[in-house]
Nanobody
Framework: QVQLVESGGGLVQPGGSLRLSCAAS????????TGWYRQAPGKQRELVAA??????NYADSVKGRFTISTDNAKNTVYLQMNSLKPEDTAVYYC?????WGKGTLVTVSS
């Protein structure tokens, strides 16, 4: 059973930055599509960014501001979030195939 543990969430002011991390219990990122999702209160969970060996994809709402990357040696996937906006407030989840982390809360507020 693979475990995914997110970290790095918190409270940040608009325009600020955060880096989320997702540590896996095994070497899986190179074998599957890996993604970051988010779910804001009262909204459906949405894909924010995904990465495969072929490249990356981003939601239009975060293009140019967020960057997904992996460190296979550390079994960790990252989401660098810059120029954060209040509408980025959500619980952020790491996903690999059928496995999900429990999420980390990001709050963007002044």
């Amino acid at each position: 059973q693979v475990q995914l543990v997110e970290s790095g969430g918190g409270l940040v002011q608009p325009g600020g930055s955060l880096r989320l991390s997702c540590a896996a219990s095994g070497s899986i990122f190179s074998r599957y599509v890996t993604g970051w999702y988010r779910q804001a209160p009262g909204k459906q969970r949405e894909l924010v960014a995904a990465i495969t060996s072929g490249g990356t994809n981003y939601a239009d709402s975060v293009k140019g501001r967020f960057t997904i990357s992996t460190d296979n040696a550390k079994n960790t996937v990252y989401l660098q979030m810059n120029s954060l906006k209040p509408e980025d407030t959500a619980v952020y989840y790491c996903n690999v195939w059928a496995w999900w982390g429990k999420g980390t809360l990001v709050t963007v507020s002044s």
